[in-house]
């Protein structure tokens, strides 16, 4: 190769080289704009509401801040984006809040711990109304979501494991349509969508998320980061959270706002927060993430992500990814600590120190 | 001189071919080195090391579940389904479109409606095809042939009618019946053409696999793309990208050479 | 014998009338030319006689049969292009109207009667000049050998009419002599009636027994469409003083070619090439 042909190729790729930088991640520093990501699901739904009626304002103006919520039609996407540093807080489940960002090395934070899921995950068989009668069956879920996750603790609850069955990944938007198809005769899955696979009359519900309550925890989490350096973004999360819970609670205007915005009327967003053991005030959610019981849900949940390799292909036990509770004990590593249950906003919410 | 009588010479062309490539490649190793040295577990932009151990797990090793290796079969999966429907896209691009092209009472009769049904976007057609086919295997050949058996039919039947009238008048004038016409002159031209249009339609084909695998599946390649991706791991995703990639690309290469060594005649009627 | 007449016969397109009352017979084993300018609808009158296209009013009558409205192995063809398949080897070309004949399945030939259909291709292969060519593809041949090869595949089949459709116009002059010797040649040694259109007036005369020109008599714009060409028989001296006149003309080219007296029927076999022909016609060519 000439000497011309290989200064040009040096120059090109160390012009390549320079653009590389707008890939760098986004450095953590005290900062004043900040991005929530948070996508539809009855547990999240308050997020859309303090949108639209100017609650994430009032809070962001209070601080001096400002606070851009956006909405992910796609779940994982919304994770994925936070993950890769595009938003500071996202709406996820601990499961998946372990799985991705934390095993991601993305140390994070559960700000809020706003609901678990109490029969609003479920397991449906088509023409078989007991949870034997899954053997050997296929089963339609979103792999490696919470419905595979009650799955494997459904099955063990009756003493079977997943090799017992044979699990197909589905779309979450196609599967009340798969289930309408002949040869699907067994899915996991969530409300809405368990409440339309219902509607028909050879549906039977065998399993749901009551019989595991607590297991499924649905969150506000942030880049610990972001947070340690502005603590004034935890207490504004903190605060538009409980002014929407008192919404909800006190005005009949904030539940339809939000039935609507998730695509259903009153009667079906009830239906929902029937199932859904939503935390209303600050003190509820703090008594159950101070609790010992969450200590112990977290390891069943670690080790379910371990099992499936989730937590990452070096990861040499559950407790590979460090859970740090409020009291600062810790589930796993020391070391690798990436999930973290911190109480403190939600407490300056109860003491009325926002 | 004008930009346009600029030409490289032989080291200059190699070296603009491979300058993207490169440009490309040290783009991705100093964004992943500056990620990673921020974040040693980054998911984003994993290094080689890290997709090195990945393809090793994928591709290497058993996976230790279910004892298969994930990487083949989900290569064997996608593959058996792709190039069984491009099978029978090929079968019925062939037929209709030879019938369509030649015969004016099939023409008039069947034309406008395979013009039509090839302008229907076939990926709206998933939801429709998943209700009525079911989730396996079936709906998903069916979304590839729909998605590309109509454009070759239509590609078929065009060049069916770019042959020359005087071939199909001196057939006649030998004494060929239709069907002699149709099974001597017509369909051996017709194939390597069929070729030209397959090759094409590789790209589409795959798109369709790909998405018909996100939906529903519980093996290959683009059903592994959507199911890691919930865990945002890209030191499986990219390998599997650029498997898919090099499997497309050889495939047209397979294709490209077959039409040479299988009809030596085409490149100079084609000339002509 | 297979004399061809046209009866009373008018092509119309619409209201576009190309040919106007066409009457004529043609007498077996004579070598007709077709001559006139772009338009005139002798291209028309050979696609008519082809089988291609159906007259409007009137009837065609080969050997006193009405004419089937589409092509047959009794009427041979040569285009000027594209009259050769480009995906068989130049003895496939040949042999391919035995197989058709042969085998209406598979319109193949295997074993003994593949190579009795191959040793018959082969010699007339050798007859029209491409023997040493057999395998190659037709786009490896130069223009002249490809209508070399398209005269051989129509003879393989013994039609009674050859039609010629410009098969000479894209050839070099040197070539076109060579060929013009193969395919008086070819007349001369064959059972064959042979109808050529040519823009060409000097190859007209030159090739042909009859030379027929078309014109159209009605020139005015109003009448170009209403009225189609039509012909008219006169005496080659007249003919030869008024030739590019308005009126449309019938020649019997002079001094008058014979073909060759076939042995018993056995069409070519021995016979000799005839080359007393008329010598310098291209000078009588007007224009």
């Not at chain 3, 192995?73 to 285009?79: E, I």
């Not at chain 3, 480009?86 to 003994?112: A, C, D, M, W």
């Not at chain 3, 014109?215 to 007249?238: F, I, K, Q």
């Amino acid at each position: 190769m000439n000497r011309s042909v290989s200064r040009f190729l040096t120059g090109a790729v160390a012009a390549a080289a320079s653009l590389t930088l707008a890939f760098s991640p986004a450095h953590a520093a005290e900062k004043k704009d900040f991005k929530v990501a948070w996508s539809i699901y009855v547990g999240w739904m308050p997020w859309g509401y303090a949108t639209d009626t100017g609650i994430v304002k009032k809070w962001a103006d209070k601080y001096g801040i400002t606070i851009e919520v956006k909405q992910f039609n796609d779940y994982v996407e919304s994770i994925n984006q936070y993950t890769a540093g595009a938003f500071d807080a996202v709406t996820l489940t601990n499961m998946d809040a372990l799985s991705i960002p934390a095993a991601g090395g993305v140390d994070t934070t559960a700000v809020i711990v706003g609901d678990y899921s109490n029969g609003n995950d479920a397991i449906i068989l088509k023409g078989k109304d007991k949870l034997e009668d899954i053997k050997g069956q296929t089963v339609n879920l979103v792999e490696f979501s919470v419905s595979h996750y009650l799955l494997a603790r459904a099955l063990e609850s009756v003493k079977l494991a997943e090799k017992d069955v044979k699990v197909v990944n589905t779309s979450d938007a196609d599967m009340a349509s798969a289930y309408a198809t002949p040869d699907v005769t067994a899915v996991a899955t969530w409300k809405p969508i368990v409440s339309t696979i219902l509607e028909s009359p050879d549906a039977k519900l065998v399993y749901d998320s009551s019989s595991i309550p607590g297991e499924i925890i649905d969150l506000m989490a942030a880049n610990t980061e972001v947070l340690k350096d502005n603590p004034k973004f935890g207490k504004a999360l903190a605060g538009i959270w409980y002014d929407t819970m008192k919404a909800l609670a006190e005005d009949k205007a904030a539940k339809e706002h939000m039935a609507k915005a998730s695509g259903t009327d009153v009667a079906g967003f009830d239906d929902q927060l029937k199932t859904t053991k939503l935390f209303a005030t600050p003190a509820d959610a703090i008594a159950f993430t101070t609790g010992a019981d969450i200590k112990a849900k977290s390891e069943l949940v670690s080790t379910f992500l371990f099992d499936k390799a989730l937590l990452g292909k070096d990861a040499k036990s559950a407790g590979a990814i460090g859970i740090e509770f409020p009291d600062k004990s810790v589930f796993g590593e020391k070391g690798n600590v990436k999930l973290r249950f911190d109480a403190t906003y939600m407490q300056a919410a109860a003491d009325g120190k926002l | 001189m004008r930009l346009i009588n600029i030409k490289p010479d032989r080291t200059w062309t190699f070296a603009l071919a491979v300058l993207p490539f490169l440009a490309l490649l040290v783009a991705y190793l100093m964004g992943s080195a500056m990620r990673l040295a921020e974040n040693p577990n980054d998911k984003l932009l994993p290094g080689f090391g890290a997709m090195a151990e990945a393809v090793k797990h994928m591709a290497l090793q058993p996976d230790p579940r279910s004892g298969i290796y994930l990487m083949w079969n989900d290569t064997l999966s996608s593959l058996s389904l792709l190039l069984t429907a491009l099978a029978v896209s090929t079968l019925i691009a062939l037929v209709v479109g030879i019938l369509i092209g030649l015969l004016p009472l099939v023409g008039a009769t069947f034309g406008p409606v395979v013009a039509v049904a090839s302008m229907v976007p076939p990926l709206a057609l998933l939801p429709i095809l998943f209700i009525i086919m079911g989730l396996g295997d079936a709906a998903k050949i069916a979304l590839i042939v729909i998605g590309t058996a109509l454009k070759l039919v239509r590609d078929v039947a065009l060049r069916v009618k770019d042959l020359p009238r005087e071939q199909i008048i001196k057939a006649q004038t030998l004494g060929a019946s239709t069907w002699q016409i149709g099974t001597r002159v017509v369909l051996p031209q017709m194939l390597p053409r069929l070729i030209d249009a397959v090759r094409l339609e590789l790209g589409p084909a795959w798109l369709f696999l790909i998405a018909a695998e996100a939906i529903a599946a519980d093996a290959g390649l683009g059903y592994r793309i959507f199911l890691v991706r919930r865990y945002l791991a890209m030191d499986v995703i990219i390998p599997y990208v650029i498997w898919i990639t090099l499997l497309a690309f050889l495939m047209d290469l397979a294709l490209r050479l077959l039409q040479q060594k299988a009809f030596p005649w085409f490149a100079g009627a084609r000339a002509a | 014998m297979t004399a061809i007449v046209f009866d009373k016969v008018w092509k119309e397109y619409g209201d576009h009338v190309v040919l106007e009352r066409i009457e004529l017979s043609i007498a077996p084993r004579s070598f007709v030319a077709l001559v006139g300018p772009s338009g005139c609808g002798k291209t028309t009158f050979l696609r008519m006689l082809l089988g291609e296209e159906k007259p409007t009013r009137g009837q065609i009558l080969v050997g006193g049969v009405p004419l089937k409205a589409e092509p047959g192995a009794d009427r041979g063809v040569v285009f000027q292009r594209y009259s050769v398949f480009p995906h068989l080897t130049v003895l496939q070309n040949v042999i391919i109207g035995r197989e058709f004949e042969e085998s209406p399945l598979l319109g193949k030939l295997f074993g003994f009667r593949r190579r009795e259909a191959e040793a018959e291709a082969r010699k007339l292969l050798d007859a029209v000049g491409l023997k040493g060519h057999e395998d190659k593809y037709p786009a490896a041949l130069s223009g002249g050998m490809q209508q070399r090869l398209a005269l051989a595949q129509a003879l393989n089949r013994k039609p009674k009419i050859l039609l010629l459709d410009e098969p000479f116009g894209a050839l070099d002059p040197g070539i076109r002599a060579d060929i013009h010797v193969l395919i008086r040649r070819i007349w001369n040694e064959n059972d064959l009636t042979v109808v050529m259109v040519t823009h060409d007036l000097s190859e007209a005369f030159r090739l042909g027994t009859r030379v027929i020109a078309f014109e159209r008599p009605r020139n005015r714009p109003e009448e170009l469409e209403r009225y189609g060409a039509t012909l008219d028989d006169v005496s080659v001296a007249e003919a030869l003083s008024k030739a590019g006149a308005s009126v449309t003309r019938d020649f019997d080219v002079w001094p008058k070619k014979v073909a060759a007296a076939l042995p018993n029927g056995a069409a070519g076999a021995g016979a000799q090439l005839d080359l007393k022909l008329a010598p310098a016609n291209d000078s009588q060519a007007p224009g």
